[in-house]
């Protein structure tokens, strides 16, 4: 295999003694364990197992981002700056500011919240709203995935920037207009509901159900939002549902989503979630089963450390137990 890499973008051919062969018929032929693939105009080639084998799972995992211009989408750079190090070649420029996502989180700087918020942070909400900041700021859409009763709301009405949509549960919607009038007093707040339903032009913040998302898909998809925010966003959990596929069609700059319960039964949960916020990210739905969900679910566990790492950037969750701990730590200092 050749690689080129210039900036973000990722040429890659498979060539030798003058043939050439396509890098994706390769890797399939590799996966599936055999040793030679068809060449571009006939016969056979043997396939570079020992250096698929050190290489070949992030090279698919990069194909699988790629558009019709080869570029690596910014949530896939780290991907690609790990291939540039092993491959001995220098990172993509671009990378660097995402360098603050690897490791710990540790290097995300402690932003303020949205100006006009009123309210007070727990430390860890304030991390929380680092990282949301951090990913609005970068373009990355994410999963604030905290447990129940931790405050993803209150962390996501500090971060919310320009014209925001919010899709939620019929049950919590008045929860959030209260919320929101809370909050962020500074931005007009409006509800998508009723029989006489109209998006109102001024409106900052327009609260919305998933089964008017549904039925109103044109009408919310028409628009141009600043954020989009899912909550209890494992209503999305079926990537076959109605309500996801409307959910797919929204456009916004930042998309974020909102559960406590991010997988419930399958990792095909996981996927439609990342799916909405950063499409692309786990590939097709067809490629992340073969490559990811049937896999892990025969028990390899080298897959399911590969998954890990690839969405850690992009998943926060911290449990009331985890947070409890921090607490009686600080009360007893």
Known sequence: PRIAIHGSRL??????????????????AWQAGAEIVLLNGGGWGRIPKTWFDQHGQ???????????DRRVPIYALPDLGKLCAALDEPPPPELERLRPLLGEFTGIPEVVAERGFVGELRPYQQRGLDWLAFCRDAGLGCVLADDMGLGKTIQALAAVRGRTLVVCPTSVLFNWFAETRRFRPDLKVATYRGARRQLEPGADVVLTSYPLLRNDTEVLAAVAWDTVILDESQTIKNPDSQVARAAYQLKARWRVTLSGTPIENRLDELWSQLHFTNPGLLGGRTDFQDRWSEPISAGDSAAAARLRERIRPFVLRRMKSEVGARRQVARDL
């Open 11 to 28: 040429d890659v051919e498979l060539s030798g003694d003058g043939h050439t062969a396509s890098i994706a018929t390769a890797l399939r």
């Open 58 to 68: 992030r090279l698919a995992d990069l194909l699988a981002t790629l558009g019709d």
